[in-house]
């Protein structure tokens, strides 16, 4: 069984970083693209941003909002996928989901975990 | 970056009833858009991929149809279950987009 475990969430102040790990079992890792969905409390979804498999050189794509201040990384050896978030705006606030799928497609989702940006 | 205009926001209907969800894309996207169903609290669920296709497990009552610009999500008899809101998303091109969704409420 698939499963999908974030954890790294919290409160942290504007400007600060944060960085959530998303721990992965129950499939083949390193051959699989992942995903970052993030969702505010109360709005709809935001597709955050992917990583590629090393074989296909670990390509990385971001949504405009986050390009610059967010970097999405894998450790195939840990099946674990990150999300470093660098100077932080209250509008990062949301629940961040790690995915994964056929390619861009979204099947399995994790549970979420919260960050909130605020002073 | 392609945009997606999904509506109606919100959709109130009854059980029985047959309803349909709308996505424009602000580009072509051929076929390459796909469908899921939130429910409070929870993880989305994919319903539709490459806009007709039937994800596994997911009842013969949900449809996907469009290509193009244009596609569209049909229930075709609600049943209690389906009261949910609804995400259209293109992966057309990165950066994928998400529709803003659509909120299906009992009337």
């Known amino acids: 069984e698939v499963q999908l475990v974030e954890s790294g969430g919290g409160l942290v102040k504007p400007g600060g970083s944060l960085r959530l790990s998303c721990a992965a079992s129950?499939?083949?890792?390193?051959?699989?693209?992942m995903i970052w969905v993030r969702q505010a409390p109360g709005k709809g979804l935001e597709w955050v941003g992917r990583?590629?498999?090393?074989?296909?050189?670990?390509?990385?794509d971001y949504a405009a909002p986050v390009k610059g201040r967010f970097t999405i990384s894998r450790d195939d050896s840990q099946n674990t996928l990150y999300l470093q978030m660098d100077s932080l705006k209250t509008e990062d606030t949301a629940f961040y989901y790690c995915?994964?799928?056929?390619?861009?497609?979204?099947?399995?989702w994790g549970r979420g975990t919260l960050v909130t940006v605020s002073s | 970056d392609i945009q997606v205009t999904q509506f109606p926001s919100t959709l109130s209907a009854s059980v029985g009833d047959r309803v349909t969800i709308t996505c424009r894309a602000s580009q072509n996207l051929d076929s390459w858009l796909a469908w899921y169903q939130q429910k409070p609290g929870k993880a989305p669920k994919l319903l539709i991929y490459?806009?007709?296709n039937l994800e596994t497990g997911i009842p013969s009552r949900f449809s996907g149809s469009g290509s193009g610009t244009d596609f569209s999500l049909t229930i075709s008899s609600l049943q209690p279950d389906d009261f949910a809101t609804y995400y259209c998303q293109q992966y057309k091109t990165y950066p994928c987009t998400f529709g803003q969704g659509t909120k299906l409420d009992i009337k």
């Open positions: 129950g499939f083949t890792f390193s051959s699989a693209w």
């Open positions: 490459k806009a007709s």
């Open positions: 990583i590629k498999t090393a074989a296909d050189g670990r390509t990385t």
């Open positions: 995915s994964t799928g056929r390619y861009s497609v979204i099947d399995h």
